[in-house]
């Protein structure tokens, strides 16, 4: 199904590593839609290569920008505004990585070098991205930035880590940029908390399979997949959403606001 949702549209999308990648999907919808857009990703993830099969479908371009290096990130933006040809009216932020998590760090025990990487890395970058967007005056007027969450910034869920700490700053940023963003510029910020979902950086969290099933049977509607996350982003992209900002959006399913389901009491209640 094919709305036309972005037709004329320009965007940036970070993130999109393989195939599950939430960015991946969300690409391939915003291209349905009729939007164009550069691809980005960090220089490393480049070398594995499969981000240039998302572009070929898309008729996209990638340029590579580690999403913590401001330099980087100013390249990334003059550049996009050449290759599409004007400013940028949507921005996809799906970039997280715990050097903790990755490497099985209790929280209890975290190496402070690597929980300050992977807070430039998760929460830090999605600053400076909206900086350099601001700061170029790139966005168009009614433009809208997304970056992605987990609920673990509410509630705390053991093994989601350090990552708990980073979401919950990425969504004050959000906050504290929509802000200024609308006030100066007319843009919206939003952040989209999804439920857990079966790619790289998901699949890092230990004990990721039990955690799915579990949300699974709590969520009236199941868990959101990637692909449902893509198609609330594109209405988030989209201009019949002009006046949404500055929120944190859960697109779980009914998880957030479930105490518990009949499917997990059965499970605790004795025949
Ligand atoms: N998978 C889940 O269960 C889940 C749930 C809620 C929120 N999220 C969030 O969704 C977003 C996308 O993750 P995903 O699940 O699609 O996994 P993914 O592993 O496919 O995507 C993570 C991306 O971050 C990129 N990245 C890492 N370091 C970077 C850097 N320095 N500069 C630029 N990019 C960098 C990776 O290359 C990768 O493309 C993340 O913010 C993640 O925390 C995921």
């Known amino acids: 199904m ?3 949702l972005l037709k004329g549209k320009r965007g940036i999308i970070f993130g999109a590593l393989d195939e599950n990648s939430i960015a991946w999907k969300t690409a391939v919808r915003v291209h349905e839609e009729g939007g164009t857009f550069v691809l980005t990703n960090a220089p490393i993830a480049m070398r594995m290569g499969k981000i240039r099969d998302l572009a070929e ?41 715990s ?22 890395v998760s929460a830090v970058s999605f600053h400076k991205v909206m900086q350099t967007l601001y700061k170029s005056d790139a966005m168009s ?34 906050r504290s940029f929509g802000y200024f963003f609308g006030k100066d510029k007319k843009v919206r ?33 199941g868990n959101a997949t990637a692909l449902d996350c893509a198609n609330y982003t594109v209405t988030l992209f989209s201009d019949l959403t002009k006046r949404v900002t500055m929120q944190n959006l859960y697109n779980d399913g009914g998880f957030s606001n479930t105490g518990v ?11």
Do not use: C
């Not at 913590?68 to 932020?93: A, R």
């Not at 987990?150 to 990425?170: C, E, G, I, V």
């Open 2 to 4: 094919s709305y036309n």
């Open 141 to 174: 007027e009614w433009g809208s930035i997304v970056a992605l969450t987990y609920m673990a910034a509410q509630r705390t869920f053991p093994d989601y880590n350090d990552m708990a700490d980073n979401k919950s700053y990425l969504e004050s940023i959000a």
């Open 189 to 221: 910020v939003n952040t989209i908390s999804q439920s857990p979902t079966p790619t790289t950086a998901g699949q890092g969290v230990k004990g990721f399979d039990g955690f799915i099933s579990y949300a699974e049977k709590m969520s009236p509607l």
């Open 99 to 120: 050097v903790n998590v990755r490497k099985g760090r209790h929280y209890t025990d975290l190496n402070y070098d690597w929980m300050t990487k992977g807070w430039d």
């Open 261 to 271: 389901s009949q499917e997990v009491i059965e499970r605790f209640t004795e025949e």
């Open 57 to 97: 479908q898309t008729g996209s371009e990638i340029i590579p920008a580690d999403a913590t290096s401001t330099e980087d990130l100013q390249n990334l933006v003059d550049k996009s505004m050449e290759i599409l040809g004007g400013k940028i009216d949507f921005v996809l932020h799906s970039i997280g990585m």
